[in-house]
């Protein structure tokens, strides 16, 4: 059986490690291999069992972890490497990078370092694709996913739109600021908005929203299928958003989300999910005004097994190609 060793170098409860977790246990996956999870310093991606036939990369990218990321594939010139890129957007891009040139040259420099590359929307993909960051012909598309069987037992809501949730982290990414400038200008005394999460903004978010008893703080969610079972809508204002596990949850909860226009969450609008076409407070306010009220029960609710089908499958078509690729392949071209 194949061994695959996971590196990660953060193992605060969030996506990235429930994504994990999920890889670990999944039954089906465990027949073509053993993932194996190994915690990792930062910038110092050592340690990886030597009987390890392929590494994943789940590692920040950055200028101080280039050279780490270079010893490692010169300790494994032999072994297949593969990175899956949880962090970086288009959506990031554009509001946090002040010099594109050096950017993209960090990606390249570490993206050449693997033999393939994984995105985990097909809009992540498309930006890595455009800007030259991959080589197409190394690049897969695997959206990430968590165990998602309790959410199918919840009750699709009843009625009009009345609890909006906001889940996941209390910082900037999340735009939560933006939202609570929005629903504050939403005249209706029966809406409610309710945060489930912690962060490092939440004292900014508290003073926004002081003086409105419509908005709620909650806290971190033990049981995520509570939060969702209490909402009748989820909102992601997010500024950027590589994937946005949240809004698979929501649906399979039989909720839709109202979203921003962003990466992966892009992907996600098909299945139901009502986009805010442009990230401004006016534009959320007036989107949340006409979705008030309105039937909150999402039309078509998808299944946890089919969009726990998509991770599977891809996974299973990368590490067919890893296997079956010749010896000498390892490592792309810078």
């Not at 999870?37 to 990369?57: F, L, Q």
């Not at 989300?257 to 892009?266: E, N, P």
Request: glycine share 8%; charged share 20%; hydrophobic share 45%.
């Amino acid at each position: 059986m194949l061994k695959i060793a996971h590196l990660i170098d953060d193992t605060t409860a969030g996506g990235v490690t429930r994504y994990l977790d999920f890889l670990r246990q999944d039954p089906r996956l465990g027949r073509q291999a053993d993932h194996q999870v190994i915690e990792v310093k930062r910038n110092r991606p050592g340690g990886v069992p030597a009987d390890a036939d392929i590494i994943v990369s789940h590692l920040a990218v950055s200028w101080a972890g280039l050279p780490g990321m270079i010893a490692l594939r010169a300790r494994h010139t032999g072994t297949p490497m593969v990175h899956v890129e949880h962090s970086y957007s288009e959506g990031f891009a554009a509001l946090n990078v002040t010099s594109r040139t050096r950017f993209q040259c960090l990606l390249r420099s570490t993206y050449s370092l693997f033999d393939r590359v994984v995105a985990v929307s097909d809009a992540q993909a498309g930006w890595l694709a455009r800007n030259g960051l991959a080589r197409v012909d190394t690049l897969d598309v695997i959206p990430p996913m968590v165990d998602l069987t309790a959410l199918e037992d919840i009750a699709a809501p009843e009625g009009p739109v009345r609890k909006i949730a906001a889940i996941g982290r209390l910082d900037r990414q999340k735009g939560f600021d933006m939202l609570i400038r929005a629903f504050r200008l939403v005249e209706d005394p029966d809406l409610t908005l309710t945060f489930f999460g912690e962060g490092d903004a939440r004292d900014e978010l508290l003073a926004l929203a002081e003086g409105d008893s419509r908005i709620r703080f909650a806290g971190f969610a033990v049981n995520p299928a509570a939060a969702y079972a209490g909402s009748d809508l989820v909102v992601m204002p997010s500024r950027w958003e590589p994937y946005g596990l949240v809004a698979a949850e929501a649906n399979v909860a039989g909720r839709r989300v109202l979203m921003s226009c962003v990466d992966g969450l892009q992907d996600q609008a098909p299945r139901g999910n009502p986009i805010v076409g442009e990230p401004t407070v006016a534009a959320w306010a007036d989107a949340l005004t006409r979705i008030a009220g309105r039937p909150a029960a999402l039309a078509q609710r998808p299944t946890a097994a089919s969009l726990r089908n998509e991770t599977i499958t891809g996974w299973e078509r990368l590490l067919d190609v890893l296997t079956n690729q010749p010896a000498e392949a390892t490592a792309q071209t810078a």
